[in-house]
């Protein structure tokens, strides 16, 4: 059986979905904190069972008869982060899995100045020491947090964020893609290339795209760390959050979502959705 893990998220749901037009129904679970949210998946005959990796007794559970399990990297950060993956990591290797996957990302470094960059690091690690086969995900960064971080100026027309580097945004879509044929095929073993769309953009690029896609002109402006910081905790944001996408930016100027690779378009046997398609399709409003 295939264990999704985190099928109530974005990414994670939308590799359930996809199983299902590879594999029977009756091959798929689902692992997720909330059982009740993911009763559609359980409705089309998937396995659903409740797994918490901060409740680690939960998992034996949510992952018995595993086959493989693809461990979807959590929200939070820092040593929560690592210690719910380690759990997860032990769970499905306690429960027979063959091959752990898990969702990293291109830019996994011990010493990077984002928070999760460091805990993808220790994350591989762990697998690596688990004994069992592993494929680690490391995937571009997702095009829906370019839409995030550029949110506030389309109603301003000022994208006022930090100095940055070129990122290669990818869609949640490919990555889901990626990851089903990654579950149900002989691709990708231990640390994967870069999974990423296919270009590299920064803020002053998407700046140039909304400008095209919105009709409406929207301008880039530098503004340094403390001042984006402080703008973000005066607008609500927790001193957490807040240096959290500092760090994001930070580590883009030292080029660390870049450059492109091919191995996901190669994958998957087509071109890799463009930032510029994602946002338009993403603000302009359908007709």
Not at 11 to 19: P, Q, S, W
Not at 31 to 60: C, H, K, M, N, Y
Not at 115 to 127: G, I, K, N, Q, S
Not at 221 to 227: A, E, F, G, L, N
Request: avoid cysteine; aromatic fraction near 4%.
């Amino acid at each position: 059986m295939i264990i999704v893990t985190g099928a109530n998220g974005q990414l994670g749901r939308m590799v359930a979905e996809r199983l299902l037009k590879r594999v029977p129904a009756g091959e798929i679970g689902v692992s997720v904190r909330d059982v009740e949210a993911a009763r559609d998946l359980g409705a089309q005959g998937i396995r659903v069972r409740r797994g918490d990796f901060d409740d680690p007794e939960t998992l034996p559970h949510a992952f018995e008869g595993a086959s493989q399990v693809l461990i979807v990297s959590t929200g939070t950060t820092g040593e929560a982060a690592v210690r719910g993956h380690r759990a997860a990591i032990d769970a499905a290797a306690a429960a027979g899995a063959k091959r752990i996957l898990y969702t990293s990302h291109m830019g996994a470094n011990p010493s990077s100045p984002f928070h999760p960059m460091p805990d993808h690091a220790a994350t591989e690690e762990a697998l690596r020491r688990s004994g069992v086969p592993f494929t680690s995900l490391r995937n571009g960064f997702y095009a829906s947090s370019a839409l995030e971080l550029v949110r506030a100026s389309l109603e301003t027309g000022v994208l006022a964020v930090p100095a940055d580097g070129p990122v290669a945004w990818t869609a949640h879509a490919d990555l889901a893609d990626a990851a089903v044929l990654a579950l149900t095929g002989e691709v990708l073993d231990g640390l994967s290339p870069a999974l990423t769309g296919p270009e590299v953009i920064d803020m002053a690029g998407i700046a140039e795209i909304l400008t095209r896609v919105t009709g409406r002109p929207i301008r880039r402006v530098v503004v340094s760390d403390d001042d984006y910081r402080a703008q973000l905790v005066t607008h609500g944001a927790p001193a957490s959050a807040a240096d959290l996408l500092v760090g994001l930016f930070a580590a883009s100027r030292r080029g660390d979502f870049a450059p492109v690779d091919p191995t996901l378009a190669d994958l998957l046997g087509r071109p890799t959705v463009r930032l510029e398609d994602y946002l338009k399709s993403a603000v302009t409003p359908p007709r």
